[in-house]
């Protein structure tokens, strides 16, 4: 039994990442990320070769579309919702601060973290682009080897109420079932 407010919510280990494009890069060698009309998983610092192979053995190199199977019943589990701003570099970003709009957890400098009041658009991190409204979609590949779920994230506005309608039809038409 977990220790109550210390390690609440449980965490399934993460097999890999699922994107939604490619980068690419312009005529003066800027990259940025390009959307494409398949799922790209590829191997990087959140998916492993084997991992990555695994999910083409299963779906080829260009899939238009995946059988996912979601590890709870609960939204708010598996499709968390939050802002985040990041800090670091070279690689290696950690999580600075995150919140809801209305209440923040942020690094207090020593290794831990303190609540504060979320400003959301007010915040200077926010205006200054440093922070951004973030979906995790978490989900298991049933038909592919592994036990972990792969994650989408996505701080499209439009992205993110697509999947909350679609959820929220899928739990309507299958309410019976939850019970």
Not at 138 to 144: A, H, K, M, N, S
Request: charged share 20%.
């Amino acid at each position: 039994m977990p220790i109550k407010g210390w390690c609440d919510t449980p965490r399934i280990p993460r097999i890999g990442k699922i994107h939604l494009g490619v980068r690419t890069e312009n005529d003066r060698g800027k990259t940025y990320p390009k959307a494409v009309d398949y799922f790209v998983v590829k191997p990087d610092e959140s998916t492993s070769e084997a991992a990555a192979q695994a999910f083409h053995s299963v779906y080829g190199d260009t899939p238009r579309e995946i059988t996912i199977a979601f590890p709870t019943n609960d939204p708010e589990q598996f499709f968390p919702q939050y802002l985040a701003a990041y800090q670091g570099g070279g690689g290696k970003y950690k999580l600075y601060c995150s919140g809801d709009g209305e209440t923040a957890q942020r690094a207090d400098g020593k290794g831990g973290r303190v609540q504060i009041q979320c400003a959301y658009k007010d915040c200077p991190i926010y205006q200054a682009s440093k922070c951004k409204e973030l979906g995790r979609l978490q989900f298991f590949l049933p038909e592919v080897p592994g036990i972990g779920v792969w994650q989408i994230d996505t701080s499209s506005f439009h992205t993110t109420s697509n999947l909350n309608g679609a959820i929220q039809m899928i739990r309507a038409l299958t309410a019976d079932e939850l019970q």
